[in-house]
């Protein structure tokens, strides 16, 4: 039954063209537009460990002093010594300090000239926490972080710019002034956003794309690395009168670190709550804060609350589908028309003993019929659409693509609205009365 | 011309007739909208920089320390200067469109009690206000010794004569002559000696609270913190290749320091790069737009032509009766003129409801009432426009089709 319903759905699309073109093409733009922000969206909102995430925490406490005002206390970052206190303790599965730097990188004996990159100074836990993977060599260990050595983990990517990406595990690098030797180097890792630096990004407000810019390219133990670049750390912000040394934050009273931790159980999860609790309540009785705020978000809610997303692509979201319902709208006055205007078809059917449940059916088959080819439009209509993102230089445009899951996403989408819009058309048709129509005839 | 029989038509086709009026709601509701929203995006890129932005460049090196400092800033001066066609060369912090200059909190008392405004403070040379091209409404430049050095360890001189914006003197004392006043930013004090018409952050954010002159020009000399970003002016004809040579000379001049390349342009690249998003953002809304009132239209003619057909025999029957093909035409033109009022007076509530919710959750301005009448108007004419070629069809159906069982 359905192939014929099929048949006849070819049939009528071809008997009035111009009607035929118009829903298509309204169906298709819907789709483009929606599909091209929704395909952005579904890039930008994704989990950045998948699996892992949930066990992802953000610890934070409040060393800011009392004549601060800020609702949003604790603030994004925190004081080093702080970090480090907590870090000591251990009492986390797994926890890493994160301090970014621009540093001045060169390949010893290499004729091109230096690079300013963005050095990560953080702890071996790193790697495993955030699930990095290695091309080459591994991570440092706990004990070169511990005795301050000058060794390095590069990207894939600055493996390819200075060694042609051949195993330089054992090589030197020069950072800034000081040598470091290469101990891994990691295979192609883009986590999307770029979650352990969202930093600040309230103040950013969902103005700030950065988030979804390429991962650091240096890694380094972060003692070795706050002497090796030293006078290059910058501050989120500082009170009293700031470092007595520019660049050099580790005594001054600054917000400028980052701790996060992975806690593999709901007791740990409790635990660790408590733990920053009692720190701050602590350090309160010492007198080193004035404030007793604690805050501990998990990585997605993190990346809520910091409002990653741009602005601008969750606009455009509403607007695209804003636009679908105009097309959805559009779609179901022409069907309307089209179906009532072969009332006289219908009632012949139906005088030969088709029910109403096959003239609907007849009816949606042709309303899917055209979702499928809008849809087929649409999806054309999307690529163009992405190709147009890809060409704005934001830092994820290298990153879109239609992925298997939106490729059908887009016909499902397609097929649904045209039903959804049929619908109403052919239950209309369906209730045509044979014996008035016939009588016109 | 009778309007009660087209509202009695309409009522056989209610169905349609709503959705249609729907498709227009909607659509009146998205462009006013969309429109308000581009001509946004349009004047925040009319920021006034307040500098001479057709004659200026900056030339940003990065990766050397405090010490190398002032041999860097001889050395780039004196081989910037050698370019032919370069007018001047000047060390400044930042320029307008340029990387983030400092952004400070400051207060109008010393003990830091009264918060008076987060703004942007600009370092330079001796000759920089000059060279950017500031214009001053009071008061007067930085004299030669208010150029001061900059102390080890520290950020700025720690009390200097500045240089404020008419928007930030009238910010932070409404109404009062601002020449001679004082602030603080923590340990640092300024006083104000003068006041230009405008000189704009370098990036601004429509958020938070800070507006785009809230800027400070605190003269200092060179060296120190203030090194690695060279001010250069040269006639605008000659700029773009004064700035090519520039790029290509900072390897000989300092091999050892790094080109900040993407920063090393003409402050007209800068301010072009700075509003990028901005424009791609205006066009997409100008494409949404324009595929909006084509897809409103092609659902117009869709239906109307679908109702011409409908009505060949009534409208043979008319003309048969007497009726002109301008009565037919006029009937079908104010048929579609009522379905298009239902839709905007739904349309109009629907886009100030947007409007509202646009508000709360993406920081756009309240709509300014007039852009629902321009909206208005904009849709009639569509919809005239759409309606033409059916009606016409309609006012060309012969009388004799009375005659004729169809």
């Known amino acids: 039954m359905f192939a014929y319903y099929l048949d006849l759905a070819f049939r009528s699309l071809k008997r009035n063209r111009l009607l035929t073109v118009l829903m298509v093409l309204a169906i298709a733009i819907g789709i483009g537009a929606s599909m091209t922000t929704l395909t952005v969206m579904h890039l930008l909102s994704g989990d950045p460990l998948p699996g892992r995430s949930a066990h992802i925490f953000f610890p934070q406490v409040d060393s800011t002093p009392a004549s601060w005002y800020n609702p949003r206390h604790p603030l994004d970052m925190m004081d080093y010594r702080s970090a480090v206190d907590l870090w000591t303790a251990h009492r986390a599965d797994r926890q890493a300090i994160v301090v970014q730097s621009p540093v001045k990188v060169s390949a010893p004996g290499a004729d091109r000239p230096p690079l300013m990159l963005t050095l990560m100074a953080t702890t071996s836990d790193f790697f495993p926490m955030f699930a990095v993977p290695f091309e080459y060599g591994s991570s440092w260990t706990p004990q070169d972080g511990a005795n301050r050595n000058r060794v390095a983990v590069i990207s894939s990517d600055l493996n390819d710019k200075l060694f042609g990406g051949k195993n330089s595990v054992g090589k030197t690098l020069r950072l800034k002034d000081s040598d470091v030797r290469i101990v891994g180097v990691l295979a192609p890792w883009r986590p999307t956003p770029l979650f352990y630096d969202v930093l600040g990004g309230f103040t950013g407000n969902g103005f700030d794309t950065s988030y979804y810019a390429k991962p650091e390219d240096v890694f380094m133990p972060l003692q070795s690395a706050l002497e090796v670049n030293d006078g290059n750390f910058f501050q989120f912000t500082c009170w009293g009168n700031g470092p007595r040394v520019p660049g050099h934050l580790e005594d001054a009273p600054c917000l400028w670190t980052a701790l996060w931790v992975e806690l593999d159980s709901a007791a740990k999860v409790a635990d660790y709550r408590a733990f920053i609790r009692n720190y701050a309540q602590q350090q309160k009785a010492l007198g080193r804060f004035a404030n007793t705020n604690t805050r501990m978000l998990d990585l997605m809610q993190r990346l809520d609350y910091e409002q990653v997303i741009p602005k601008n692509v969750r606009l455009q979201t509403w607007l695209a589908l804003a636009f679908l319902a105009i097309c959805l709208f559009n779609t179901v006055g022409l069907l309307l028309a089209k179906f009532l205007r072969r009332a006289g078809e219908i009632g012949v059917r139906r005088a030969l003993g088709a029910s109403r449940r096959s003239v609907f059916a007849q009816c949606l088959t042709e309303a899917g019929l055209i979702g499928f080819i809008g849809g087929a439009a649409g999806w054309l209509l999307t690529l163009v659409g992405l190709w147009l993102v890809r060409r704005q230089q934001t830092p994820y445009s290298d990153l879109v693509n239609m992925d298997v899951s939106m490729f059908v996403v887009t016909f499902l989408l397609a097929i649904a609205v045209s039903l959804l819009a049929g619908a109403l058309p052919a239950l209309r048709a369906s209730r045509i009365a044979p014996a008035l129509q016939l009588k016109t005839l | ?406």
Request: hydrophobic share 50%; net charge positive; charged share 15%.
């Open chain 2, 1 to 406: 011309m009778q309007i009660r029989p087209i509202l009695a038509a309409l009522r056989k086709h209610k169905l349609a007739t709503f959705l249609i009026a729907m498709e227009i709601a909607l659509a009146c509701a998205v462009l006013v909208n969309a429109v308000f929203l581009i001509v946004n995006r349009l004047s925040a890129m009319d920021i006034v920089s307040g500098v001479d932005e057709s004659s200026l460049g900056t030339i940003v090196v990065t990766g050397f320390g405090p010490k190398d400092a002032n041999d860097l800033n001889a050395r780039m001066l004196a081989g910037l200067r050698g370019i032919a066609g370069v007018e001047s060369v000047h060390v400044v912090s930042s320029v307008p469109f340029g990387p983030q200059g400092g952004v400070n909190g400051i207060t109008l008392d010393q003990e830091g009690k009264h918060f008076g405004a987060v703004v942007q403070t600009y370092q330079g040379e001796a000759g920089s206000p000059e060279a950017l091209g500031l214009k001053l409404v009071a008061g007067h430049l930085p004299a030669a010794d208010d150029y001061q050095p900059i102390l080890d360890h520290d950020y700025m001189p720690l009390s200097s004569r500045v240089l404020v914006t008419q928007a930030l003197a009238e910010k932070l004392w409404p109404g009062a002559n601002p020449l001679g006043k004082e602030f603080w930013g923590a340990k640092y004090r300024f006083r104000v000696i003068g006041v230009v018409a405008n000189l704009s952050v370098s990036q601004y954010t429509e958020n938070g609270e800070h507006g785009a002159q809230w800027c400070v020009f605190v003269p200092v000399q060179a060296g120190g913190q203030l090194a690695g970003t060279y001010l250069i002016r040269a006639k605008p004809g000659d700029l773009e290749r004064v700035m090519t040579e520039a790029r290509a000379a900072v390897a000989k001049i300092a091999p050892d320091v790094v080109l900040d390349y993407a920063n090393s342009q003409t402050i007209g690249h800068l301010r072009e790069r700075f509003f990028r998003n901005d424009r791609a953002m205006a066009g997409l809304l100008v494409g949404v737009i324009v595929a909006l009132l084509g897809v409103t239209a092609f659902g117009i003619v869709g239906l109307a032509s679908f109702w011409v057909a409908q009505r060949r025999k009534q409208i043979g029957i008319r003309r048969a009766l007497g009726a002109t093909r301008a009565d037919i035409l006029r009937y079908f033109q104010t048929e579609n003129f009522l379905i298009v009022t239902f839709g905007i007076v739904v349309g109009v509530v629907l886009a100030i409801g947007i409007n509202i919710v646009l508000m709360k959750f993406f920081e756009v301005p309240r709509l300014p009432l007039w852009y629902l009448p321009v909206g208005v108007v904009v849709l009639w004419l569509l919809g005239q426009l759409a309606v033409l070629v059916p009606a016409l069809r309609a006012a060309a159906v012969p009388p004799v089709v009375a005659t004729r069982s169809v």
